[in-house]
C-alpha cells in the first residue's frame, strides 16, 4: 500500500505560510506537522482532521488515488496483428498505381497488399511510386528498380530485396524485420526509423545514407553488414 508523507514548514519561505501556524511542543523542540496518507480507494478522512489542511490533503489524496490505479493497471503489448490477405484479383498491380494520397506520413486512399507479389527485375513500374504503409511481407522485389519510391511505414518482414535499387528511395520508419536484402543500393537514401532486426544485408551499399544517430546504433549491430557498408554507415 503506496503512502506520501506531507511536511508542512513553519518558516517565512514555506508556500503555506499563509496558513495559520499550529505547533506541537516536543519536549524543548517544535516539530514540523506532517500528514500521512494512504492510497486507499475511499480515501477516508483521518480521524483527527486539520480543517487549514484539508484542501492539501485532498490534492495529495487524488494523486495517490491516481498512482494507485495505475500502478495496478496491467501493460498490455502492442502485437501487430496483420489484416486476412486481400482477396482482390488484381491487388498485386496496385503497385504500378500506389497512394494517391499520403507518401511521407503513412496516409493511404486504399490499403496496398502486396504480400506474397512476385516484383523480380522489375526496371519500370515500381519506380517513382508511392507505396505508404503498404504490406509486403514474403514478397519479391529483387533485383527491381524502387529508385525514388516512398515506402514510409511499410511493412516489409520477410521480403526479398537482393540487388534492389533503393537509390534516392524514402525508407521511413519500413519494417525490414528477416528481410533480404543482400546487395541493396541504398544511395541517397532517407533510413530514418526503419529496422533491420534479423535482415541480410551483405554486400548492401549505404552511400550518402540519410539516417539517424539513434537508428544508426541499431542498424550497426547488424553483424551481416559488410566492412565496406560499415565504413559507408560510420559504424565504430
Given amino acids: ?47 483527527q482532521s486539520f480543517s487549514h489542511l484539508t484542501e492539501l490533503k485532498g490534492v495529495a489524496c487524488g494523486i495517490l488515488a491516481a498512482w494507485a490505479v495505475t500502478a495496478a493497471s496491467p501493460v498490455i ?71 525514388e519510391v516512398v515506402m514510409s511505414k511499410a511493412y516489409a518482414v520477410g521480403a526479398s530485396f537482393k540487388g534492389t535499387n533503393f537509390s534516392n528511395a524514402v525508407l521511413d520508419r519500413v519494417n525490414f524485420g528477416k528481410a533480404n536484402l543482400q546487395g541493396a543500393l541504398f544511395k541517397n537514401t532517407v533510413l530514418s526509423g526503419s529496422t533491420f532486426e534479423k535482415a541480410e544485408l551483405q554486400d548492401a551499399v549505404f552511400e550518402d545514407t540519410i539516417i539517424g544517430y539513434i537508428d544508426l546504433q541499431k542498424l550497426c549491430t547488424n553483424t551481416t553488414i559488410s566492412p565496406e557498408g560499415r565504413v559507408e554507415l560510420g559504424c565504430r
Fill in 1 to 47: 500500500m503506496a503512502s506520501l508523507s506531507v511536511s508542512v514548514s513553519h518558516n517565512g519561505n514555506s508556500p503555506l505560510r499563509h496558513l495559520p501556524a499550529k505547533r506541537h511542543r516536543f519536549g524543548s523542540q517544535y516539530s514540523p506537522l506532517r500528514i500521512s496518507l494512504s492510497a486507499r480507494r475511499d480515501c477516508s478522512e483521518p480521524k
Fill in 77 to 147: 503489448a502492442a502485437n501487430l496483428r496483420l489484416p486476412p490477405l486481400s482477396t482482390e484479383p488484381n491487388r498485386c498491380e496496385r503497385a504500378y498505381v500506389g497512394n494517391t494520397i499520403g507518401q511521407a506520413n503513412g496516409v493511404y486512399d486504399k490499403p496496398i497488399d502486396l504480400r506474397f507479389c512476385d516484383y523480380s527485375n522489375d526496371q519500370s513500374n515500381l519506380k517513382g511510386k508511392s507505396l505508404a504503409a503498404a504490406l509486403m511481407s514474403d514478397a519479391k522485389f529483387d533485383g527491381a528498380d524502387m529508385s
